[in-house]
C-alpha cells in the first residue's frame, strides 16, 4: 500500500514554488504523419536536459564495455555486450564497487541476462533471464533471494520498477510463423511474479515489428527487428505505453488508468509497408520520436530506413530534429533514440576512451568532459553519459506575513 506524506512548512516572509514536470492537460494530445515531409530543427543538448559524466573506474578486475543496464541515486549497474555474465557495479561518481558473476545452470543463476532493473528501496536488483524465462533476484551484493517464472506464454524483454510491490513488464514473445499474444504489457508482483494487472491497449490487429524470412529447405526462420523499438517510455511518474498495432500511444498512470498521449496517422493496418512511431525521450518542452519502416534486407543486413522526429510542445510542431552535445566543439551529434532508463535518468550513452582522447588531442572537448578525457588512456573503461530531466527553475515571490 503506497503511503503519500506530506509535509507543510510555515515560512514567515517567503513563499517558494516549483514547477511540476508532470502536470499535463487532458487535451494536450500530439498528432504525428509519419508520411509527412517535416521541417528541420537543431537543438543543444545541455539547454533542455542536465548532463552528467561518470568516469568508470579501470583495474584489473574492472575491465568492461560500458553498457549500463541501470542507474539508481548511489549506483550504476553495467555488464558487458558479450555474455560473460559479468555485472559491475560502480557508485554515481564511477568508483568500482563490485563484480558479481552467478553465471551458469544451477537454480540461483542465470544464462542469460538479457536486462537488470533496480529496486535500491529494498536492496535488490532483477535480472532477466529471457532465455529461462525467469527472474532472479540478488541483493546489491549479489547473494540470491529468489527466483521466478515468466507468465506461462510470455517472454519478458523490458522491466521496469513501478512501485513497491510490483514491476511493469512487457511481453515480447512471437513464434516463428509471426504470431504473437494480444496483451503485452503487465504488472507483476516482485515478491513471487503473480498477476497483479493486464493492461490493455485497443488495437484491430496485431501487428509484429520484426521482419521474418522463411528458408524452408533448411527449414529455419530468420529475423529482424528494429533497435529502436522501446515498449516502455518512463515519463516522470508515468509511464508511456507504445504497442505498434494501435494508432494511439497511451500514458499509463499511477492510479492505474490510461490516457491518450499521441495519435499516429494513417491508421498503421492501412499500410504495406507499414511505418511504425516509435518514443524514445520525453522532456517538459520536446518529445522524441522515430518514424520507421518495415522493411529490412537480409542479404545486405540493412533496413527499417527511420526518421528522427521531435514534437515542440511550447511551438506545438513537430519537426525532423538533430540535437548537439556543446561539450564538443566539433557540433558532436547525439543520438536521441538510446535505451529509456527510469524517472531521474532519461537515457545513457558510452563515449569510449579513444574516442575521448583522440576529440581531445584535437582540443575538441570543453569543460568537464575535458577534464575528465585527460586522466584517459586506451585501456580505461568509457564514460557514461547520463542524460537527465533538467530540474525546474524555482520562483522566489516575497509575500508580507503579518
Not at 508520411?35 to 583495474?59: G, R
Request: hydrophobic share 35%; aromatic share 10%; with cysteine.
Amino acid at each position: 500500500m503506497k503511503e503519500i506524506i506530506t509535509i507543510s512548512m510555515l515560512l514567515p516572509f517567503l513563499l517558494i514554488g516549483c514547477g511540476d514536470r508532470n502536470k499535463q492537460s487532458s487535451d494536450d494530445l500530439i498528432t504525428v504523419d509519419v508520411t509527412e515531409n517535416y521541417p528541420k530543427k537543431e537543438l543543444i543538448l545541455q539547454d533542455f536536459m542536465d548532463v552528467e559524466y561518470i568516469p568508470l573506474e579501470t583495474t584489473d578486475e574492472f575491465v568492461c564495455q560500458g553498457f549500463v543496464q541501470n542507474v539508481g541515486k548511489d549506483i550504476i549497474v553495467v555488464r558487458n555486450y558479450s555474455r560473460d555474465g559479468d555485472i559491475f557495479i560502480f557508485d554515481r561518481k564511477g568508483k568500482a564497487l563490485r563484480k558479481i558473476n552467478h553465471l551458469g545452470q544451477g537454480g540461483e543463476e542465470y544464462t542469460f541476462v538479457l536486462g537488470i532493473t533496480l529496486d535500491e528501496n529494498k536492496n535488490e536488483m532483477f535480472i532477466n533471464d529471457n532465455l529461462s524465462k525467469k527472474i532472479l533476484v540478488y541483493d546489491l551484493d549479489g547473494n540470491f533471494k529468489r527466483s521466478f517464472k515468466h507468465r506461462e506464454g510470455t517472454m519478458y524483454d523490458r522491466i521496469y520498477n513501478f512501485d513497491q510491490e510490483s514491476l511493469l513488464c512487457h511481453d515480447g514473445y512471437s513464434s516463428n510463423s509471426g504470431e504473437a499474444n494480444e496483451l503485452s504489457f503487465m504488472l507483476v508482483s516482485k515478491s513471487d511474479g503473480n498477476m497483479i494487472k493486464e493492461i490493455e491497449i485497443p488495437f484491430k490487429k496485431k501487428i509484429l515489428t520484426a521482419v521474418l524470412l522463411q528458408d524452408t529447405e533448411k527449414d529455419m526462420t530468420y529475423g529482424a527487428t528494429p533497435s529502436t523499438d522501446y515498449p516502455i517510455i518512463p515519463d516522470g511518474d508515468n509511464w508511456v505505453l507504445v504497442e505498434p498495432s494501435s494508432d494511439t500511444l497511451f500514458t499509463f498512470l499511477p492510479d492505474l488508468g490510461l490516457r491518450p498521449f499521441i495519435i499516429r496517422r494513417p491508421p498503421i493496418e492501412s499500410m504495406n509497408p507499414e511505418i511504425f512511431l516509435f518514443l524514445s525521450i520525453i522532456t517538459d518542452r520536446y518529445c522524441f520520436m522515430e518514424a520507421v519502416e518495415k522493411k529490412y534486407d537480409f542479404g545486405l543486413q540493412k533496413g527499417f530506413p527511420r526518421t528522427n522526429l521531435v514534437y515542440d510542445k511550447k511551438e506545438e510542431s513537430l519537426f525532423k530534429c538533430i540535437v548537439y552535445n556543446k561539450d564538443f566543439s566539433n557540433k558532436k551529434q547525439v543520438y536521441m533514440n538510446s535505451i529509456p532508463v527510469n524517472r531521474e535518468v532519461v537515457t545513457w550513452q558510452s563515449l569510449n576512451a579513444d574516442v575521448l582522447i583522440e576529440a581531445y588531442n584535437k582540443g575538441q572537448l570543453k569543460g568537464e568532459l575535458k577534464d575528465i578525457a585527460a586522466n584517459l588512456d586506451e585501456e580505461s573503461n568509457p564514460v557514461i553519459m547520463l542524460m537527465k530531466y533538467k530540474k525546474p527553475p524555482c520562483s522566489i515571490n516575497a509575500t508580507h506575513v503579518r
